[in-house]
C-alpha cells in the first residue's frame, strides 16, 4: 500500500518545482496583507524550502 502511495511522488515533488514562482509570489503578497503569525512563517518557511529545491534544480539545468 504505501509503495502504492508513494509512487507519484516524483511526479508530483517536479510539478510543484515547476509551479515554484507562484507560491513565493504569494508570499510577498501576504507579507502586506497578513498578520504576521505562526501560520504566516509556517508557509514562509515550507515556501523557501520549495524556492530552494527550484534553484538547485535550476543550478542543474545549466551547462557551467
Known amino acids: 500500500m504505501a509503495v502504492v502511495m508513494l509512487a507519484p511522488f516524483g511526479l508530483t515533488w517536479g ?5 515554484a514562482p507562484i507560491p513565493i509570489a504569494l508570499s510577498i503578497v501576504a ?4 498578520p504576521r503569525d505562526g501560520l504566516f512563517w509556517t508557509g514562509v518557511g ?19
Request: proline share 0%.
Open 31 to 34: 507579507w502586506f496583507r497578513s
Open 15 to 19: 510539478f510543484s518545482l515547476l509551479l
Open 46 to 64: 515550507l515556501n523557501g524550502l520549495l524556492l530552494s529545491g527550484f534553484t538547485k534544480k535550476l543550478g542543474e539545468l545549466t551547462w557551467f
